[in-house]
Structure formats: structure tokens, C-alpha cells
T-cell receptor, first 113, second 116 residues
Framework: QQQVKQSPQSLIVQKGGISIINCAYENTAFDYFPWYQQFPGKGPALLIAIRPDVSEKKEGRFTISFNKSAKQFSLHIMDSQPGDSATYFCAASIGAAGNKLTFGGGTRVLVKP | GAVVSQHPSWVICKSGTSVKIECRSLDFQATTMFWYRQFPKQSLMLMATSNEGSKATYEQGVEKDKFLINHASLTLSTLTVTSAHPEDSSFYIC????????????FGPGTRLTVL
């Protein structure tokens, strides 16, 4: 049973546009929600993370929106650049950031110049 | 951010041999590390939690005799794929909680295993 569902599977956006990736979770015990960026052949890199006590967090061009009642969270990439072309994973964990992560299925983002 | 390294970055071996992959936290100590495998164009699948000073905790369906994990020190965990077969070919990635402000997990660069 997939506990974190991610959509879309792939996304094409023009340079300067907004990339939006959505995730939904089932386990209400999850209380830490990070997003990771992965380039081919590399390990995932932490982008941004949020806890359920806030509804939005912004770091540079990356924003997480969190809806606790709907059990959904999303990543917005503003002013998308070709260098943002990568696979993005949402994840969730229980209890603390250092606990084991449950990953979404991933979204391959292609930013066209 | 905190740095996690893996060695080797890639390895090719013959079927039936064993392969050891190292995961090191370079600038912090980690009592816990996690091991994942990732197939092409798929998500990360947690295999096991490596615990310093005690036995690893394996996820359901992961053969503990097949994937031996040893957390030798606060900066080193190893994954040994025993009697590797072609179906074990995958991208293996480790992660470790940084122990810093929000204890975020940082991932290693991954190890590509190809079993012929």
C-alpha cells in the first residue's frame, strides 16, 4: 500500500513557468514532509521541508504548501529554469526528521528553454 | 549541509560473488543510517535501518541474509550483497540524519551495482 501518492509522474514546463507537484498521504501520524531533488545517477538532495504546524514555507524559488485537513502538500517551483530539470520526490516521516522516510513515486520535471 | 559519501560509486561483479558498499558520514556522527535501493525510473525503496551497536532493522520482504548490514562506527555503515545475482543489480543509496537543527536526512551519492 502506497502511503504517499505523488502526481504527476512527469511534467514539462517552459523556462520561466511554474512547476507544481502534488502529494497526498494517508497516515495522519506523519509530521515531517521533505522534498528531494535527484539528478540522474546521483543521490537525492534535500530541497525544502515543512511540518504540519505551518501551511506554507518558501525558500528562494521553492515553496511548499501544506493542507493538513486534506492530507495534501505540494511543491511549487517558480521561474523554472533548465537546471531544475530533475526528478522530484516528496516524502513523509513520523516523529522526527531523522526517522525513516516514506517516499512518493517521483515526478520527472523537464524545463524547456 | 552535512556530507554523506559512498564507496564505490559503481561496481560490476560476476554472479555469485559478494559486494560490499560503504556509507560514511564525513562531518557528523550518525547512530542511525538508512539503506535504499532504486530501480531505473522508480522511487527509493527503504531496505533497512542500520543501527550503531545493534542489529539492523529490515523492512518487510528484504532478505537479511542476502543484504548484510554492519554499522561499525558512528560514521560508517556497510551493506554487503551476498551471492549477488543479476536481479540484485540496482542503485543503492544510503542516508543519515544530520543530528543538526532539524535533524534532516542527507543522502549519499549512490552506488550502481551491476551483476553479470
Amino acid at each position: 500500500q502506497q502511503q504517499v501518492k505523488q502526481s504527476p509522474q512527469s511534467l514539462i514546463v517552459q523556462k520561466g513557468g511554474i512547476s507544481i507537484i502534488n502529494c497526498a498521504y494517508e497516515n495522519t501520524a506523519f509530521d515531517y514532509f521533505p522534498w528531494y531533488q535527484q539528478f540522474p545517477g546521483k543521490g537525492p538532495a534535500l530541497l525544502i521541508a515543512i511540518r504540519p504546524d505551518v501551511s506554507e514555507k518558501k525558500e528562494g524559488r521553492f515553496t511548499i504548501s501544506f493542507n493538513k485537513s486534506a492530507k495534501q502538500f505540494s511543491l511549487h517551483i517558480m521561474d523554472s529554469q533548465p537546471g531544475d530539470s530533475a526528478t522530484y520526490f516528496c516524502a513523509a516521516s513520523i516523529g522526527a526528521a531523522g526517522n525513516k522516510l516514506t517516499f512518493g513515486g517521483g515526478t520527472r520535471v523537464l524545463v524547456k528553454p | 549541509g552535512a556530507v554523506v559519501s559512498q564507496h564505490p560509486s559503481w561496481v560490476i561483479c560476476k554472479s555469485g560473488t559478494s559486494v560490499k558498499i560503504e556509507c560514511r558520514s564525513l562531518d557528523f556522527q550518525a547512530t542511525t543510517m538508512f539503506w535504499y535501493r532504486q530501480f531505473p525510473k522508480q522511487s527509493l525503496m527503504l531496505m533497512a535501518t542500520s543501527n550503531e551497536g545493534s542489529k539492523a532493522t529490515y523492512e518487510q520482504g528484504v532478505e537479511k541474509d542476502k543484504f548484510l548490514i554492519n554499522h561499525a562506527s558512528l560514521t560508517l555503515s556497510t551493506l554487503t550483497v551476498t551471492s549477488a545475482h543479476p536481479e540484485d543489480s540496482s542503485f543503492y543509496i544510503c542516508s543519515a540524519p544530520s543530528g543538526r537543527a532539524y535533524n534532516e536526512q542527507f543522502f549519499g551519492p549512490g552506488t550502481r551495482l551491476t551483476v553479470l
